[in-house]
């Protein structure tokens, strides 16, 4: 009867803590960390060159998003002109609500058909950890893209939306910190959708190394 009393009360304490915490960092808010915008995010990334200016959404769109930065761009293989495209949302907070917006809900609701749901793994070109990202191929008006994407923020890589909200939860608490985003890479398929995913894979390998410093660890 006792252990269980005992048990009781460290229940009630650690909840009661537990309690505290969150309302301090409530009080206290989100901390700080240093990024650069997006729009600095590098215009080569090895044989890749920047194609045009970068894509600005309309009102509509962004105020959808409610991204705090982001960037849409194409990339040029300088190798063999194949054109891809290349996106990071970004969110400085997501205890407002703002989050980063699933494929899996947008694409569908703007026409687009997914199919071969999977994963791929990436290794970032300057030797870092590799990672697990989404793969999907995309439909829409006689178009067949190759979709691949992941979720980043505060040092975090995965492929998972879930696991990713129950990181951001973890480090609101932690860290004072639920910034984040979803990186997206998209690429035609031409020949064969081994080559497309050997081309997503390649683009993200490189763009990787450089997302920190836009997507703080």
């Given amino acids: 009867m006792r252990s269980r009393s005992w048990h009781f009360w460290a229940l ?4 009661l803590a537990g309690g505290a915490v969150v309302n301090l960092w409530e009080h206290v808010g989100e901390a700080h960390v240093e990024r650069r915008s997006l729009k600095d995010f590098p215009s080569q990334l090895g044989a890749w060159r920047q194609r045009g200016a970068d894509e600005k959404f309309d009102a509509e769109t962004e105020r959808v998003l409610r991204a705090d930065d982001y960037l849409s761009r194409d990339f040029r293989r300088e190798t063999d002109g194949l054109v891809s495209n290349f996106y990071v949302g970004y969110y400085a907070t997501q205890r407002n609500g703002a989050t980063y917006h699933s494929p899996l809900n947008c694409l569908p609701g703007s026409g687009w058909v997914m199919s071969e749901p999977g994963l791929i793994r990436i290794t970032p070109a300057d030797g870092g950890a590799p990672f697990e990202a989404n793969r999907y191929i995309i439909e829409s008006g006689g ?9 980043q923020g505060r040092g975090r ?3 998972s939306e879930y696991w990713g909200k129950v990181y951001t939860v973890l480090d609101s608490v932690s860290r004072r910190r639920s910034d984040g985003s979803m990186v997206r890479v998209v690429v035609p398929v031409g020949k064969s959708e ?3 995913l050997r081309t997503a894979a390649e683009l993200a390998s490189l763009a990787a190394p450089q997302l920190p410093s836009f997507v703080p660890n």
Avoid at 12 to 15: H, K
């Fill in 157 to 159: 890589t995965v492929a």
């Fill in 194 to 196: 081994d080559e497309a």
């Fill in 143 to 151: 178009q067949r893209n190759l979709l691949v994407y992941w979720y």
């Fill in 12 to 15: 009630v304490v650690l909840l």
